[in-house]
């Protein structure tokens, strides 16, 4: 039974650490996604990108990518979002974790 114990030791940090790693990797995707699609890491600096590029007024002509751009900073910049996306890598407590998330980074002005 000794001979096992360092094999079943290897196994159980391998898996540890493959554990650790995926939570890490969905929670980074999860912030590089927020960080590469709410422009200036707030909505009213995305919004402000957006109006800068197509405009403050709606015309025919930048409809299209005013609405876009405005929707995807509603999407991008929403911490409930951002939040559910970092509790991918929850193992337990999920929903807790959710609204801890959501109630520190709002006090915060994250994402504001």
Same mark, same amino acid.
């Given at each position: 039974?000794?001979?096992?114990?360092?094999?079943?030791?290897?196994?159980?940090?391998?898996?540890?650490?493959?554990?650790?790693?995926?939570?890490?990797?969905?929670? !980074?995707?999860?912030?590089?996604?927020?960080?590469?699609? /709410? +422009? !200036? !890491? $707030? @909505?009213?600096? /995305?919004?402000?990108?957006?109006?800068?590029? @197509?405009? +403050?007024?709606?015309? +025919?002509?930048?409809?299209?990518?005013?609405?876009?751009?405005? $929707?995807?900073?509603?999407? &991008?910049?929403?911490? $409930? +979002?951002?939040?559910?996306?970092?509790?991918? &890598?929850?193992? $337990?407590?999920?929903?807790?974790?959710?609204?801890?998330?959501?109630?520190?980074?709002?006090?915060?002005?994250? !994402?504001?």
């Amino acid at each position: 039974m000794t001979r096992f114990l360092p094999f079943f030791l290897a196994i159980a940090l391998l898996g540890f650490l493959s554990c650790n790693s995926g939570e890490r990797d969905i929670k !980074g995707n999860a912030l590089a996604t927020f960080y590469a699609n /709410c +422009t !200036g !890491g $707030s @909505y009213p600096a /995305c919004k402000n990108a957006c109006e800068n590029k @197509y405009g +403050t007024t709606v015309t +025919t002509t930048n409809l299209a990518g005013l609405n876009t751009c405005l $929707s995807g900073c509603n999407t &991008s910049c929403n911490i $409930s +979002t951002l939040c559910f996306q970092l509790s991918q &890598s929850c193992k $337990s407590d999920c929903d807790n974790y959710l609204n801890t998330c959501v109630l520190v980074l709002g006090a915060s002005g994250f !994402g504001q």
